[in-house]
């Protein structure tokens, strides 16, 4: 699992080098960021948490929907819990603003998954904040609030 997300982390780094050939750091660094979301929504699929681990700060706080504030630890253990059974996670929207070693990522994603046997699908807006620490990109804090549904 772990040689998976290395190798999808590697070609989406390699592809978005590609494609921002030419263009200058900050956008490169904005690449790399939208590279890891991306490597977020597939190991939160696969309830990967070992990947998690190496995207998200030890001290990295997350804030639910619901107003629960939760730490690293507390976090990785919702996604280890049986009753969590993600499908398809996808970004819709996304920005990246650079601030030095700081990147602060907003945006929409889309999750498709089963509750109860049924299919949902639920949207949430969200903020991830990624600082660099020595030399590597890490998820300090995130927060996601859900979109209601329409009627």
Not at 103 to 128: C, L, M, Q, T, W
């Amino acid at each position: 699992m772990k040689t998976k997300f290395l190798a999808l982390v590697a070609c989406s780094l390699t592809l978005m080098a590609f494609a921002a050939r030419g263009q200058n750091d900050s956008s490169d660094e904005s690449g790399h960021i939208l590279a890891l979301e991306t490597a977020w929504n597939h190991a939160l699929e696969n309830k990967d948490t070992s990947a998690l681990e190496m995207l998200l700060s030890k001290n990295m706080v997350a804030l639910d929907s619901d107003g629960v504030l939760m730490s690293r630890a507390a976090f990785l253990a919702g996604i280890k819990a049986p009753d969590y059974q993600p499908g398809q996670v996808v970004n819709e929207k996304i920005n990246v603003q650079m601030f030095g070693d700081t990147a602060i990522v907003s945006g929409v994603y889309r999750e498709k998954s089963n509750e109860n046997g049924k299919p949902v699908v639920h949207r949430s807006s969200f903020v991830d904040a990624w600082v660099k620490e020595s030399g590597t990109w890490k998820c300090v804090a995130s927060t996601a609030v859900t979109i209601p549904s329409k009627p």
